[in-house]
């Protein structure tokens, strides 16, 4: 068992999630299809890949965190899903097959990587023609120093567009998931605010 700190959650329990992170996950599982088969990377502890799994035929959940992945399995596992420890930037180690996704579930990672242009690439390469990557960051500035990077609402777009198409962008706040397009809300109005993209492969 891990312990909850600044940069991640650890609950034991699903009811017990930070509100917001498990905000994000009911927001994901409305992409989710009983015949699915997910990746939720990272996973961190574990929680949000049981949320999925409720739903989907097979959920996958890896991060790069022996610990995490330990308490995930303690903690999250069911019949439908597992855990693995992997790099998101080297997804082909644990999934060298392509075309053999049909969602990926990508919450506050991206801005953690050295690379984030390697992991979208594999993050392409498994996802079959039709799949979907629902991809969230918080925006910037937040200040975390676990933080790589952090993004705009127009840097988060090109950065995801050098492999995706944008199908629609939302934004959160606490637990409330707004649809950019149709919202005149001011990202900048809020000191916490994140970026949840649904994205097709080009």
Known sequence: MIQSD??????TKVSETEPSHLARY?????????????????C???YGTRVLASRAAKVYGMDISEGAIRHAQEFFSSPSNSF??????????????????DLIV??????????????????????KPEGKIIISTPRKPHGS???????????????????FKIERMYGQIFTKVIDLAVSSVNPSDYRRFNFIAECSPR
């Open 106 to 127: 990508s919450f506050e990672g991206i801005e953690h990587l050295e690379n984030p242009d390697i992991f979208l690439k594999e993050a392409k390469r498994l996802l």
């Open 145 to 163: 120093p676990y933080h790589k990077r952090e993004y705009s609402l127009e840097e988060f777009k090109n950065e995801l567009e050098t492999c």
């Open 26 to 42: 009911a927001f994901a599982l409305g992409y989710a299809l009983p015949d699915n088969v997910i990746l939720d990377a990272p």
């Open 44 to 46: 961190g502890s574990g």
């Open 6 to 11: 600044g940069e991640r959650q650890a609950p």
């Open 84 to 101: 693995h420890v992997g790099n998101v930037e080297r997804m082909v180690e644990v999934f060298p097959d392509s075309s053999c996704l």
